[in-house]
């Protein structure tokens, strides 16, 4: 059997299991809580394609004995996925990395070009009421937008910037894009730290995974360092953003408009303060930034292939984790990171 979990999947992409490996299809929309999935996974499943919002737990993973493969799609699998327990117990894990890079990065220029003109702020009134000639946005050309993160998605970003809206891009990541640099001719500028790259970020976009290394990377020392005023822009995950520092950067106005797609906990009390007190201030979709059609057909096409390389051949290009170093060969590069 291969279980299939998340919304929006095209169950007819799923059919190559089907026909070249006689498994079973079953597909629950979800999100399952951490028990339910783990009774899924007990089932005989050898194969899990893993496209929603639940938690693969160590525990959930020592419940399924007979899962040989796990295909998650996207990118970001580190908060979902178990890894070095899947690892432990010889179970493949694999990503789509690529696939929605395109969606991802039209969908962040589209929230920072939101924020940028408080577009959410002039839906409705027929004027826009300004007071004076400073509460007008600038073009983008004029502002200085700061990229963490210089992953597939992060360059995509910096190229539509630089090369559509000839603005000004500074960036840091792990590695430094020297060759991307000398393309965008001055357009594109690297800082060593996040706390250089905050001081000159007019518009902060977050474009890293989440991992213990990025959690809360964004903190109070990082925003009281922005330009008052600022704008952070997160279609990344939200737990990279400090909530608190989030809160109080918004109450300084050092912060004027906060992007999210995916929030904080609703149940959580900073969750809900930062809803009721800065709601007008907040820009929060619901973890859309990828769910094109064609984006999702994409990764669930490269899942299935995943699944079928592995089960066919012990193998995929797109594995991860150390797994592979157990079995004699030479550790595999993670994919997928985006900084």
Do not use: Q, S
């Given at each position: 059997m291969v279980l299939v979990t998340g919304a929006g999947i095209d169950t007819k992409l799923l059919a190559p299991l089907e026909e070249r490996h006689n498994l079973k299809v079953l597909h629950l929309p979800g999100p399952l809580d951490e028990a339910r999935l783990g009774d899924h996974l007990r089932r005989h499943v050898r194969a899990y394609l893993?496209?929603?919002?639940?938690?693969?737990?160590?525990?959930?993973?020592?419940?399924?004995?007979?899962?040989?493969?796990?295909?998650?799609?996207?990118?970001?699998?580190?908060n979902f996925i178990d890894v070095p327990t899947a690892d432990e117990l010889n179970i493949a894990v694999t990503n789509t990395p690529g696939a929605a890079t395109d969606a991802v990065a039209a969908f962040t220029v589209g929230q920072i070009i939101n924020a940028n003109w408080l577009i959410p702020h002039h839906l409705g009134p027929p004027v826009p009421g300004w007071k004076n000639p400073g509460e007008m946005p600038h073009e983008l050309g004029a502002r200085r937008v700061g990229i963490l993160g210089m992953g597939a998605n992060g360059r995509r970003i910096a190229e539509i910037l630089c090369d559509g809206f000839h603005a000004t891009v500074t960036y840091h990541s792990r590695t430094r894009r020297a060759d991307f640099e000398r393309k965008r001719k001055g357009r594109l500028c690297y800082r060593g730290s996040v706390s250089e790259l905050a001081e000159v970020s007019d518009i902060l976009v977050v474009m890293v995974p989440e991992t213990d290394e990025t959690r809360s990377m964004i903190d109070s020392s990082v925003i009281d360092l922005m330009p008052r005023g600022s704008v952070i822009v997160?279609?990344?995950?939200?737990?990279?953003?400090?909530?608190?520092?989030?809160?109080?950067?918004?109450?300084?106005?050092?912060?004027?408009?906060?992007?999210?797609d995916g929030f904080y906990d609703p149940d959580s009390d900073i969750g809900s303060k930062l809803r009721r007190d800065f709601g007008d201030r907040l820009l929060v979709t619901g973890h859309i930034a990828s769910h094109t059609q064609e984006t999702m057909n994409r990764m669930i096409t490269q899942a299935v292939a995943s699944i079928d390389n592995y089960l066919t051949n012990g193998t995929d290009q797109y594995e991860v984790g150390n797994r592979r170093d157990k079995c004699g060969e030479a550790p595999r590069v993670t994919c997928g990171q985006s900084s």
């Open positions: 893993h496209g929603g919002e639940e938690r693969a737990t160590g525990g959930v993973l020592r419940k399924a004995g007979a899962l040989k493969v796990i295909a998650f799609v996207g990118v970001g699998y580190e997160n279609t990344a995950r939200p737990a990279i953003v400090d909530p608190y520092a989030l809160y109080a950067g918004l109450r300084d106005e050092r912060v004027r408009m906060a992007v999210f």
